[in-house]
């Protein structure tokens, strides 16, 4: 009996299953090569001096970086089978071609590919192609893994007339697939009107407005990844930045990009970005609304340009034997004319130096001697024209500014005239006459809240040009403050921005309204709004249940529809203590994956004596889970953008007391329902929301 054909790696040329086995051998052998031939490299004679070899020593790091083989992490997840060679004219008889599909580029010893980037034009199709347009695409194969190991295989026949559309198992097992640890990459699962987000232009602002599990994070990070590859020395040389709620949350979401080989993202918090002091202080919810609606701009605006006093008297500049006058009203003109240019207030008082050196450059040549540009910026330096410069156009310390807009009545009534009424000019200050409170005498002794710390951001871009860079993802975006907009839209005035949010999921007091309004505030006001409403995370028992909510916390607003075929696990329970809680999160345990316990700030403490009495080991939002250690105790303030293979929510009633109002209350309520991935117990001991009933 003849033994069947094996391919040089020893698979069975009969064997599909093999076959893809040994392609995925190969692949991973030919990554190794790549990463091997880099690390190689020998950069001795190659620089011409030590900053050079550093630049190029770093570029080389990060390009091993890259080419990292993550072993749980399938290196391809697909293959596409072509009718015709893609870009080549589809006669008759023209022989087509197969593509592998995965994370990053992967090629041989000659050059040619063996995994193709998923970002590149010829993958698409993986994400587009359908039986009712199919693309040229006669073949698509899924692949299933588990851990990094290649163990099935799916096909469909995109041009096969007999062959009726399906759901994919593949796809649903790996949307429904439990996890450990941070938020996994969505590449193998995206749909195509993802892809459509995903894909778009570096051009144009993208805001996406997501229910709990329409993939909107996931969306927008792999929309960097995209534009990263399709714009990479445009994105190199102007940065791209990640922002994200909190801290919990940008640690949860740091692996993603890494593993789609983008190693270059910034990440941070809106906080982080306008860290020009040190905060330490609070707001009362009504003092915030205020400091951070989009009123502030203007006045900071008044006070910051309060400062240009127009001139009374001449400057006279001496030189040598001869003396210079330039007139007051002369003066006046060059002052007023920098105000009507609307330039930065920095940037004026720069230009103004060699403005009035300029006029007595005039006066000079018209007195017949002929000065260079050597002549003016000495004349720009004269003691007389810095003195000039001083009294017209003093400097301004954005944090001095704000303080006494914060701490001196009179200068706020001043410049909120007509803006803010008197009694929210009361909300702001610090300390109102004949309260007794002491006033604040420096930037440094002062208790800096987060909004007073975005008004100092703002009085910092009106007297110098905050640096933009090519494009931001601003997520949980429903949560910004107009002022906080603002402080984004600074950051890619020349790029680009993707804005992810959910208005259902808005938990302060000063949540977005509108996506319109937001985008305005954002500087974006021609971004394209686009809309998720299929959901792949939340299982169908689970967010129908989440969804009476809606029509109290964002009435005319899209449910989220389930696309998952499981319908998951949900149960509500009614407790008479603590016990009854652990006793589930035991239970839910049990199952393969992570566990979160939510639950009402104020409740955390004493499910966290409980958890530590009954022996079961926990971990705070943002740590990782271990095989060990897989249950989260999370506060219901920090559920925002995380999810768990299984829930228990706590209390739903004391998840809305807990904030200053019902509204945003209900709203943590329903952020705090949705975060399981398949499994959900609701325990109470006091009766539940009435608009949960």
Known sequence: MSTPAADPLGARLDDPLARERSHLASSRSALRAMREDVESLDIKDVTANWVNAAVLARQIDDRIKALADLSDTPLFFGRLNYLHAPGAEQAEGAEGEQFYIGRRHVHDGDGDPMVIDWRAPVSQPFYRASKKDP????????????????????????????????????????????????????????????????????????????????????????????????????????????????RSFLHYIEQVLPALGELTVRQGTVDDLVAHVEVRGTDEAPAAVIKGDARMAEILRRAVYSHVTMPTEPVMVVRGSRRWRVPAYELEAIARELLDRDIRYGAAREALPQRIAHAVLVQMERSGEAPDDRVQDSVARNAAVKAAVKAVWPPVEPAKLVLRLLTDADFLAVHADGILDEDEQKTILWALPGSGKRAVRSVKAAKWSAADAVLIDEATDLVQRTHSLGHVVLDEAQDLSPMQYRAVGRRCTTGSATVLGDLA????????????????????????????????????????????????????????????ENPGFFDLRETTGTAEVVAAC??????????????????????AEALTAAGIGYIDPGEETTVDTRLTLVPASLAKGLEYDYVVLDEPQAVVDGEPDERTGLRRLYVSLTRAVSGLIVTHTAPLPPQLA
């Not at 169908?540 to 998952?564: E, Q």
Request: glycine share 10%; proline share 6%; aromatic share 4%.
């Open 586 to 607: 035991e239970e839910l345990l049990s199952n393969e994956g992570s566990t979160g316990l939510i639950a009402a700030d104020a409740r955390v403490p004493e499910l």
């Open 135 to 246: 693309l040229d695409v006669s073949l698509r194969r899924r692949f299933g893994y588990t851990g990094g190991d290649l163990t099935a295989y799916e096909d469909e026949h995109l041009m096969d007339p007999a062959e009726a559309a399906a759901t994919s198992k593949l796809l649903q097992r790996e949307i429904e697939r439990p996890r450990v640890g941070p938020m996994r990459d969505i590449v193998a699962t995206i749909q195509p009107e993802q892809d459509e987000i995903v894909r778009s232009g570096l051009g144009g602002t993208v805001c996406v407005q997501g229910g709990p599990g329409t993939g909107k994070t996931a969306v927008g990070l792999h929309r960097v990844a995209y534009l990263l590859y399709a714009h990479r020395e445009r994105l190199a040389r102007t940065g791209t930045l990640v922002i994200g709620p909190n």
């Open 505 to 564: 999921q808005g938990t302060t007091p000063w949540a977005t309204r509108s996506w319109d309004e937001a985008l305005a505030h954002l500087g974006k006001s021609d971004g394209v709004i686009e809309e998720l409403t299929a959901g792949f995370r939340v299982p169908t028992d689970v967010i129908t249940y989440a969804s009476r909510l809606l029509p109290h916390i964002a009435p005319g607003l899209t449910p989220v529809a389930s696309v998952r």
